[in-house]
């Protein structure tokens, strides 16, 4: 059950990647980039799927990721320009966004400067939020948008990369799949568990605040 679940999720991202090849990708990555939690850590992987099957380009899915969390980032960089936090406290409830994200890409950009735009590109949730700020600080656009590619593209390389050697070894070594299907139940629970938890958190935080 657990692994049709999860084999549903993964050709529903994967179709629309081989749909529309790297456009897709960018549109996903950019959706992310808007301060979407949607996890590029599926997105990049499931394109080196497709590499493994020659069906993409290791480098050219690599920069259409990057390509679309600069995209995204725009979005996110004029919400903190124009609106700033009040704009997010309003609106940010419907997409399960409260203030603990935010400060923590806050006091990371204030910490780093202009540089956390890079590093910030390179870990997991920091990366989704961190245009935020950098709007708010009327960061000038062509840094931003250079510091959001550099930073951006060895992280979808990597995600992507790894994502390449996993479908090849899924096909070639029937350990990898016998592993993953020994493993289904405990993969099944702990996706299960985390995302409970993460929309719980989500809507407990964001009820803290505003009761505050």
């Not at 245009?131 to 930073?151: D, E």
């Not at 060895?154 to 050697?165: E, I, Q, Y």
Request: include cysteine; charge should be positive; proline fraction near 5%.
């Amino acid at each position: 059950m657990v692994e049709h679940i999860l084999g549903i999720l993964a050709t529903f991202v994967i179709s629309i990647i081989e749909a529309t090849g790297y456009l897709g990708v960018m549109l996903l990555m950019a959706i992310e980039s808007m301060c979407v939690p949607l996890p590029s850590e599926l997105i990049m992987p499931f394109a080196g799927y497709l590499v493994s099957q020659d069906k993409m380009n290791l480098y050219l899915a690599a920069t259409a990721g990057a390509l679309g969390c600069n995209l995204g980032s725009i979005v996110a960089y004029e919400a903190g320009k124009r609106g700033g936090r009040p704009l997010v406290e309003r609106w940010g409830k419907y997409l399960l966004i409260g203030p603990d994200e935010l400060d923590a890409a806050d006091r990371f950009f204030a910490r780093w400067g202009k540089s956390a735009v890079f590093v910030g590109r390179l870990l997991p949730v920091i990366r989704t939020f961190i245009a935020f700020p950098a709007g708010v600080a009327r960061m000038p656009l062509v840094p931003f948008h250079i510091y959001t590619f550099a930073g951006s593209w060895p992280f979808c390389f990597a995600l992507t990369w790894l994502g390449m050697k996993l479908g090849e070894a899924w096909h070639s070594d029937p350990r990898v799949k016998a592993a993953f299907h020994s493993a289904d139940a405990l993969i099944g629970v702990v996706l299960v568990i985390a995302i409970v938890w993460y929309v719980w958190h989500r809507i407990s935080a964001i009820r803290k605040a505003r009761s505050s």
